[in-house]
């Protein structure tokens, strides 16, 4: 193992500050490590205690007779000094720091910080942290949260990455990954970023044959340039997707008393992500519905949008949103035209949406999707569903999956009470993704767009 490898890819893990509290940081911490799926060594380090959990406990990180990987440290700012030295000593290469009270406080903890990172350099350690809650690594399962299973749901393994600032915005992305059954590969909750930054992560999470999507939620960026020379790089290799906060001057300030950073000029961040291959989104719920798009999707070939419904009001929403963010309504072929003509019946409206009313079967469209999918004036294909209409068979979720044989990404749309969340639950699971909204389909076929003119620049 080499670099950041340490974090994810831990053999064994010290927890220092581990209590024998339930409740407490430092004992939920080892109980997320000691009762999950991770099958590496842990090693509880409290001079107070004998036995947690079930395991030895050591006085430091010194006495632990075995090698160690990675050091999880819940404990007071004041004390981390002592033991960050101690973990060089002991040849640890990765420390998180749970901990907080460093630079987001002030002059004296930023100290601290800065004097820790000046430890861990002398030995060629790496910081993630201090002040947040860690990381998670999907397929090893290291898993350094202090929020129990009880609490909060871990989500199976996958192909996307989360980074964020913000450890509650980390816990809302794993939980609704876990309930739509989304993977993950890796997840970081980087805090204040002592030392590893966004643009370290990124440039590993490049080369991490486990990840696809690359997510982000940033309050502040640390080194403007870094970060975005590094996305401009990666952002041909795979997606970016970045949700930017602080972007008024009282947000600014919000993020300068959360993490002790500096926020920047929005306008100038945002300007800057085009130019380097991010693709921007403006709320938390975008970032994930784009997230999961991109995860199980193909990217567009080009931004023309083919959408077919069986109630047209919802696509009427979705032209002024697809016009708005520059894209384009498909312009059928004269071929594709007489072909639905043809097959559909009599009451069915074939434009763009071909509207295939209230009154819409299986067959309807099947011969529909086929039909659009075949057009090479079709990048995009979104297709609505009002799931309550009797007509519609509950087999048209095993239909559409079906047709991912032609490349093109499927996007769906549908919202409604249990029947509906039950149909689209059976969608996910077969590989098309559902947006309740037509606000959110729109931007997540906006990114795939984005994202391949990013790839082929």
């Not at 290469?93 to 749970?98: D, R, T």
């Not at 002030?106 to 809650?133: D, F, H, L, Q, S």
């Not at 080009?302 to 708005?324: F, K, L, S």
């Not at 699971?429 to 997540?444: L, T």
Request: hydrophobic share 40%.
């Amino acid at each position: 193992m080499q670099g950041l490898d340490y974090f994810f890819k831990a053999r064994s893990v010290a927890v220092v500050g581990a209590s024998t509290k339930p409740g407490k940081i430092g004992h939920e911490i080892l109980r997320s490590l000691v009762e999950g799926d991770y099958k590496g060594n842990v090693y509880p380090v409290n001079p107070r205690a004998e036995k947690i959990l079930g395991l030895r406990c050591y006085g430091s990180v010194l006495e632990i007779p075995d090698e160690v990987d990675l050091a999880v440290l819940s404990i007071p700012p004041k004390a981390v000094l002592k033991v960050v030295e101690e973990c060089g000593k002991k040849g640890i290469k990765a420390i998180v720091i749970v901990s907080g009270g460093f630079k987001e406080i002030g002059p004296e903890g930023a100290e601290i910080e800065r004097k820790c990172v000046e430890i861990a350099r002398r030995y060629g350690m790496r910081i993630i942290g201090p002040n947040c809650i860690g990381i998670f690594d999907g397929d090893t399962r290291i898993d350094t949260f202090f929020q129990s299973r009880e609490r909060m749901l871990r989500p199976p393994k996958g192909d996307i990455a989360f980074l964020t600032q913000s450890g509650t915005f980390g816990c809302a992305f794993l939980e609704w990954a876990a309930e739509d059954g989304i993977g993950i590969s890796k997840f970081v909750s980087y805090g204040n970023r002592a030392d590893v930054d966004e643009a370290d992560l990124i440039r590993y999470l490049g080369g991490d044959p486990e990840t696809k999507v690359i997510a982000i939620y940033a309050e502040s960026i640390s080194n403007g340039r870094k970060f975005m020379e590094t996305c401009k790089e990666i952002s041909k290799l795979k997606p970016i997707v970045v949700l930017k906060s602080g972007r008024t001057k009282e947000g600014s300030m919000a993020a300068v008393s959360h993490t002790g950073s500096i926020a920047g000029s929005y306008k100038i961040i945002s300007s800057a992500f085009k130019q380097c291959g991010v693709v921007e989104v403006r709320t938390f719920e975008e970032l994930y519905e784009v997230s999961k798009a991109l995860s199980m999707l193909p990217l567009a070939a080009g931004p023309r949008i083919a959408m077919v419904t069986n109630g047209a009001g919802p696509c009427v929403m979705a032209t002024d949103e697809i016009i708005q963010r520059g894209m384009k309504l498909a312009e059928y072929s004269e071929k594709t035209k007489k072909e639905l003509r043809r097959q559909l019946p009599s009451y069915a409206q074939v434009g763009n949406p071909v509207d295939l009313t209230g009154s819409a079967t299986v067959r309807d469209y099947e011969i529909s999707i086929r039909t659009l999918l075949e057009d090479l004036s079709v990048d995009i294909l979104m297709v609505f569903f009002v799931f309550q209409d009797t007509p519609l068979g509950e087999e048209v979720v095993h239909l559409v999956p079906k047709m991912k044989k032609y490349g093109k990404p499927i996007i769906a749309v549908a919202a409604g009470g249990p029947f509906t969340k039950k149909q689209s639950q059976e969608l996910e699971r077969r590989g098309i993704p559902v947006f309740s909204s037509p606000e959110r389909a729109v931007a997540a076929a906006h990114a795939l767009y984005l994202a391949a003119e990013y790839f082929c620049r």
